[in-house]
Structure formats: structure tokens, C-alpha cells
């Protein structure tokens, strides 16, 4: 057992120190959310596309080495305002509400904003959008439609895919995105109107008072706008799309469509990479969160079992009761989000560790319940004879209590853990590639769905399959001994 | 010597204990009857503190007792067994045995080893040594609680119903470890419902209603001419069983 915890927190210690290695090189770092071809989309599991060429120019302008990370649309904004991020490049409209929080630079995209319909649709014009029409939410096409056409019913999905897959389906009658994506994502039993709804057009962001980068993006961008580098970038990113759809060859044999999909979502351009790294990232994640939610909640655990002892410990047991209520009362994904924009606001951490914390945080609010629930089994008469004998409350607990107490407590923690891996999935939100953004990211490429969130929904059944035959493996020792 | 001064323990709102005064002499072997739930456990509980007195002092040799001050002290002195034997389940005989002295460094623990083997001797349990609880009858494991008790050597030994939980047949078994103890001459406060044995084995019998003491005497006073009618009463019920 010491030797277990021995190894635990040595474990933890490594991931920490990892966290705070410093680097030396100067760094400009970019933001983004990499499903937006040709914009920002993964090659070979790095982040390429439109908008990282004219950020790595910037870096080159600037002499600062470039350094990408990809997150939740949604959380774009703030990357950039509480200083974790240099410059979101992300497709990013202009708004005046975005202007508020935020500092554009000058467009370097103009894009259309188009309508897609089925071939047999009725809708031929703008005048008659009409019905349910899907859009990516947040985007200008979501906010556009909301203030300009009242009485259609928007659906928002979180990404445009599954836009396109909900006409695909006739769940929508329309859907409306940025022209570039639409072209190369709609199929055969599609069109797109030839008037665009509107016109959008894309600038950079950089937080309000850093202004010597205001001035370089800008600088960067006209220039190469002039020389029309920006559209050559464009056409070179369309283009190597078109190079990558040819591998794969149409067929209707069952087997061979199968194989053509799992060839484009695992192996095509080495996207088994992101599945291996969601994996261990998951896994990562999960253990060490479960780690620190076994050290924060024993503590909690402990406080609060003294007090129900001995009536003592009165205000930090009022504070313990009140942190796990508050934990076990608020979403998960609220309090990741806390930690990683608030908690360590404009410090650079490593993705993995903000997610050890948060999700083990989150985790010892239960496992303090998981222990103290444990520890409350133990038969009362024989923590009575204990202290009869003239032991105190350490002695008590360390000799009687918890040996009888661990075999309650650990097939739960093991089932707390069997949680957690799937608990993971959140940490999408702030861009940790575990396996549900892993998935993201190939979808976002190969515009299939389906096929790599199965994919990993049976990795996720095969680890918690392992995990619970452990655990109910564990339960059957547990109760022999 | 024990002392106990206007002993009062309240549950919430509900008094159990209405101020107890007893003395309890070296050597004395005190029963304690009286109806069910009258107070007699939260009363024996009350004097090593495992319940907390509400008011009134328990004063040990001199010394009272004091929550935060000498508690260690004084439950080393005063020894318990409870009806529920409440042996270690996590642990053999033996480490059941020997876990508080050397835990509060009265042996070590070959010294504390080799006085639980001899105990273990004297109730013929020695091959039971290496055992968990769960694999002995109720009569075997109530003993070695009893000896769990005694090897802290203490001044006084307390009894809550040690024979309540067990099959008849074995009550004999325990209440001979009993006796040889008291041989030795150890102060005991026995609460039972085991009438015959009380009026046999003890030197002052208590009589308890309600939270008061009622009637104290000899067992001879007590189950031949008891003065009050609910003592009175009680006996008679007890009798009809
Ligand atoms: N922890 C507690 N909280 C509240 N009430 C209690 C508690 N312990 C005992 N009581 C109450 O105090 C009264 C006396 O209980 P106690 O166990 O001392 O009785 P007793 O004389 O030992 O009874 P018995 O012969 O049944 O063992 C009972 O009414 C019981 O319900
Ligand atoms: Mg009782």
C-alpha cells in the first residue's frame, strides 16, 4: 500500500514538474479551432491551413517562433483577452461585440456566406429562406440569421459538418456557411444558391494593449494582400485537399466502403496519431486526476469524519462540506473553464496538468463521499473498543478503521476512475486532444462523422470494459481477504 | 477508587442520567440492574468517557477526569468488554491482543507477544492465536476480548452485558473467566440481566429506573428485601422469566 502511494505521488510530481519547464525561445503563440478548412485544418497531425501561413509570417516578421493551439471556438476570445494566447486566427468576423473584448486587425479574408440546399429543394433565392435552417453555432451565419430573419427556426450545431449532416438527412431545410468549406463539403444531392446571403470577412485578434502586434499583423497581412499571396495560400490549401480526396476510390461493395472510411479517418495522413495521442491523453488525464482526487478528497474525507468523531474542527468542516456541495453542484465543464481561464489566467500550463486539476478537483468532491461513506461502514463497536483500549482518533482510524474501510472504498474509487475516462471528453472544451477531440479533429478533416466518433466510443467501451473487470476482480480479492 | 458526583448525561432534549453519585471502592464487584433503557450502558459508557457527561465529575484516584486532559490515561485504567465482544475484524487474536499496549508503548511488543501467548494459555485458547475473529464461536471470542482488556493491567474492568450475545451454552465459559479475574482481586461494574449470576457474583448490587440509582445494598438486600416497589417489580418480572 505505502509503496503504491510511494509511486502515485512521484508519478504526480513528474507531471507537475513537467508543467513548469520553461523554454527559452521567444514565442508567438496562435489560437485557433482546427476544423475549419482550409483555414486552419490538420495535415499529418499538425495544424495547417490558410490563416497559420500568415500568422507564421507574422512570427517570421516579429522573429518569434510560432507555436499553435487548438481550441473550442467558443473559447477563442478568451485565450486571446486573458493573455494565454498572442493571436486568435480562427475565421473570425468581425462584430462589434467581439470589438468590445478584443482588437482586430485588417481583413484578410473576404468570404461569402452562402445558402445550401437539397437539389429538389423549393428555396431558390434569398427572399425565400424559409423553415429550419442549421448553422454553426457562434458563427456570423448563427448571429446574422438570428437578428435578420425572425421566423425561421435556426438550429445550431457545433460544428458545420453536422450542419451539412443534418440536410443531408432533411432535418433542415437550408443550411448557411462560408462558401469555401460549402464547396468542398456538400455532395452531389446538393446546391448551393448563387447569390451569397452576405458577405463576411475575416480579421485577427489581439488583446486590447498589445499594439506592437496590432501593427505587425497588419503590416504583414496588407502586404501580402497586395501581392496576392493570401489567395495563392488559399488555392494551395483547396488544391492539396483535392490530392488527398483522389486516394480513395468510390466503390459500392460494403466491405470496401467500410474500409475506405476507416483507411480516410485512421490511416490517411497518419490520423491514427490523434488517436493514439487522445488515448494516452485520456488515460493521462484520468489517473492523475483520480490521483489528486484521492489526496484532496482523503483530506476532505478525513476533516469531516473527525468532526461527525469528535464534534471538533467546526468552521473547516462547514468549508469542506461547502466545497464539495459547491463541486457536485455546479457542471463539470463550468468548473474546467474556471480553472483554466481564471485560476491560472495568463500563466502558460500545461493543457494535461490543467486537466489533472480540474477533473481532480471535480473528483474529490465525490471520492471525499466515497471515503467518508466508507469510513462510516466500519462496525461502530469496534472503534468504540479502540478508544476503550485508550487509543486516540489517529491510532483508531489508521489501525481499525481504514484497513476495514479500504475494501468499501476501492472497487468505488476504481469505479470513480471508470469516470473519469469518460469525464475526459470535456476537455475538449479548452482544447486537449484526448480521444473525443481526437475524433473531432479527423472528422473535421474527412467531413465523416460518424465513423471516427464510433471508433472511439469502442475504445471508450474497451477501456471501461477493462477497467470495471479490474475492479469487480479487485471487490472479489477485497472480500476474501 | 472511582468516584462519580452528580453524573448527568442528556440525549438532545431527553435526560437519560438525573445525577448519579456512586463510589466505587478497590476490590468492590458492583452490578448494575434495572429495566431496559433506563440508562445502565449510557451510565457505564459515562465513566470512561465514551459518552461524554453532560455535568458531573467521574473522579479516578484522586484525579478528574478531564475530556482533553488525561483521557488516554484514564481509559488505559479502566478496562471495557462490551456485549458485542467488538474484536478487530481486520486483525488475528493475537494482534487484537496486543495492538494497544505496544500501540501506547506499555510493552514492546515481544514482551507484549509473550504475556498474550501466556493469557491465550490460561482460557486454553493459545492455538486460536493466529485466527481472525470470524472463525471463533461467541464465547471464545468474548474471552479474548476480556483478556484484550486485562493485558492493559488496569484498575477497574467494565462489563456491559458480556453474556447477553451469547448462546447459553457458552455463557458458563465466560462467566468462569469472570470469576478467576475478581479472584485476583479486580474492581468490576457489571451491568446484566443475567439476575442469578449478579446476586452470586457481585459485591453491591445497583438498582437503576429512570435515570436515578433507586436502591444499592448487598445482593442479599437487594433480591431478598428490596425496599422500593419498583425494584420490587422489576424482580418480580425478571422472576417470571
Ligand atoms: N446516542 C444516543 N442518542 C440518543 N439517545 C440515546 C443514545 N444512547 C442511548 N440513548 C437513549 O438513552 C436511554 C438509555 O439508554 P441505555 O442504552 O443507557 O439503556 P440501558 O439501560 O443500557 O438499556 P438496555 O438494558 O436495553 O441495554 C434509552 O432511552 C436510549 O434510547
Ligand atoms: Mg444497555
Redesign the interface.
Given at each position: 500500500m505505502k509503496r503504491i502511494f510511494k509511486l502515485l505521488v512521484i508519478m504526480l510530481s513528474i507531471f507537475l514538474l513537467s508543467g513548469c519547464e520553461t523554454e527559452t525561445k521567444d514565442k508567438l503563440t496562435m489560437v485557433t479551432e482546427a476544423g475549419f478548412y482550409p483555414y486552419e485544418y490538420y495535415s499529418n497531425g499538425e495544424v495547417v491551413g490558410v490563416d497559420r501561413d500568415i500568422v507564421k509570417r507574422i512570427a517570421e516578421y516579429l522573429d518569434l517562433e510560432l507555436e499553435i493551439k487548438d481550441v473550442h471556438f467558443d473559447s477563442i476570445i478568451s485565450e486571446v483577452k486573458s493573455g494565454k494566447s498572442d493571436i486568435g486566427a480562427a475565421g473570425i468576423s468581425y462584430t462589434e461585440e467581439r470589438a468590445l473584448e478584443v482588437d482586430f486587425t485588417d481583413n484578410y479574408i473576404v468570404s461569402n456566406q452562402v445558402i445550401i440546399v437539397r437539389n429538389d429543394s423549393l428555396i431558390n433565392n434569398i427572399d425565400e429562406v424559409s423553415g429550419k435552417i442549421a448553422v454553426q453555432l457562434g458563427t456570423t451565419a448563427d448571429s446574422y440569421l438570428s437578428e435578420n430573419y425572425p421566423n425561421i427556426e435556426l438550429i445550431r450545431e457545433n460544428k458545420f459538418l453536422a450542419c451539412i449532416e443534418d440536410l443531408r438527412q432533411s432535418k433542415v431545410d437550408a443550411v448557411v456557411m462560408d462558401e469555401v468549406p460549402a464547396k468542398n463539403i456538400m455532395d452531389n444531392t446538393m446546391r448551393i444558391l448563387e447569390e451569397p446571403l452576405f458577405s463576411d470577412s475575416y480579421g485577427m485578434i489581439v488583446a486590447k494593449d498589445n499594439t506592437t502586434l496590432l501593427n505587425a499583423a497588419n503590416a504583414v497581412i496588407n502586404k501580402m494582400k497586395e501581392s496576392g499571396e493570401i489567395d495563392a495560400i488559399l488555392l494551395k490549401h483547396l488544391e492539396s485537399k483535392e490530392e488527398t480526396k483522389e486516394e480513395v476510390k468510390e466503390s459500392n461493395n460494403i466491405f470496401v466502403k467500410i474500409y475506405n472510411r476507416f483507411y480516410r479517418s485512421v490511416i490517411l495522413d497518419g490520423r491514427y496519431k490523434f488517436i493514439i495521442t487522445g488515448f494516452k491523453n485520456t488515460l493521462l488525464i484520468a489517473l492523475g486526476a483520480v490521483i489528486l482526487g484521492i489526496l484532496l478528497g482523503t483530506i476532505l474525507a478525513l476533516i469531516r469524519n473527525f468532526h461527525d468523531n469528535t464534534n471538533k474542527l467546526k468552521i473547516l468542516n462547514k468549508l469542506a462540506k461547502l466545497y464539495i456541495d459547491i463541486i457536485r453542484g455546479t457542471p463539470s465543464t463550468l468548473q474546467l473553464m474556471i480553472i483554466y481561464y481564471i485560476i491560472f489566467g495568463s500563466s502558460e500550463v500545461n493543457m494535461i496538468l490543467v486537466g489533472i486539476m480540474a477533473f481532480g478537483i471535480n473528483s474529490s468532491a465525490y471520492v471525499a463521499e466515497i471515503i467518508r461513506s466508507g469510513l462510516q461502514s466500519v462496525?461502530k463497536?469496534?472503534i468504540?473498543?479502540?478508544?476503550?483500549?485508550?487509543?486516540?482518533y489517529r491510532?483508531v482510524m489508521t489501525?481499525?478503521v481504514f484497513?476495514?474501510a479500504i475494501k468499501n472504498i476501492l472497487p468505488s474509487l476504481g469505479n470513480e476512475f471508470i469516470t473519469l475516462v469518460k469525464e475526459t471528453s470535456i476537455g475538449a472544451y479548452i482544447g486537449i486532444v484526448e480521444l473525443t477531440k481526437a475524433s473531432d479533429i479527423i472528422a473535421s478533416r474527412t467531413y465523416d462523422y460518424f465513423f471516427p466518433l464510433i471508433l472511439i466510443a469502442i475504445i471508450y467501451l474497451i477501456i471501461t470494459f477493462i477497467l470495471s473487470q479490474l475492479v469487480a476482480l479487485m471487490e472479489k480479492r477485497l472480500k476474501n481477504a | 477508587m472511582l468516584k462519580i458526583k452528580n453524573l448527568k448525561k442528556n440525549f438532545g432534549k431527553k435526560k437519560v442520567l438525573k445525577g448519579i453519585d456512586l463510589t466505587i471502592n478497590d476490590g468492590d464487584i458492583i452490578g448494575i440492574i434495572g429495566p431496559s433503557g433506563c440508562g445502565k450502558s449510557t451510565f457505564l459508557r459515562s465513566l470512561n468517557m465514551l459518552e461524554v457527561p453532560t455535568s458531573g465529575s467521574v473522579i479516578l484516584d484522586g484525579d478528574t477526569i478531564d475530556l482533553n486532559d488525561n483521557l488516554n490515561d484514564l481509559r488505559r485504567k479502566i478496562g471495557m468488554v462490551f456485549q458485542q465482544f467488538n474484536l478487530f475484524n481486520n486483525m488475528t487474536v493475537l494482534d487484537n491482543i496486543i495492538l494497544a499496549p505496544v500501540k501506547q508503548k506499555l510493552m514492546n511488543k515481544t514482551d507484549a507477544t509473550q504475556e498474550a501467548i501466556r493469557l491465550l494459555k490460561k482460557i486454553d485458547l493459545e492455538d486460536k492465536k493466529d485466527n481472525y475473529p470470524r472463525e471463533l464461536s461467541g464465547g471464545q471470542r468474548q474471552r479474548i476480548a476480556i483478556i484484550r482488556a486485562l493485558i492493559m493491567k488496569p484498575n477497574i474492568m467494565l462489563f456491559d452485558e458480556p453474556t447477553s450475545a451469547l448462546d447459553p451454552e457458552m455463557i458458563g465459559e465466560v462467566t468462569k473467566l469472570m470469576r478467576e479475574i475478581a479472584k485476583n482481586g479486580m474492581t468490576m461494574v457489571i451491568v446484566s440481566h443475567e439476575m442469578s449470576f449478579i446476586k452470586d457474583f457481585c459485591t453491591r448490587v445497583i438498582f437503576i429506573d429512570d435515570g436515578n440509582i433507586v436502591e444499592e445494598g448487598t445482593p442479599e438486600e437487594i433480591f431478598e428485601h428490596p425496599k422500593d416497589q419498583r425494584v420490587k417489580t422489576f424482580l418480580s418480572k425478571v422472576k417470571d422469566i
Open positions: 462496525d463497536g469496534q468504540e473498543a479502540g478508544y476503550a483500549l485508550s487509543l486516540n491510532q489501525y481499525i484497513p476495514q | -
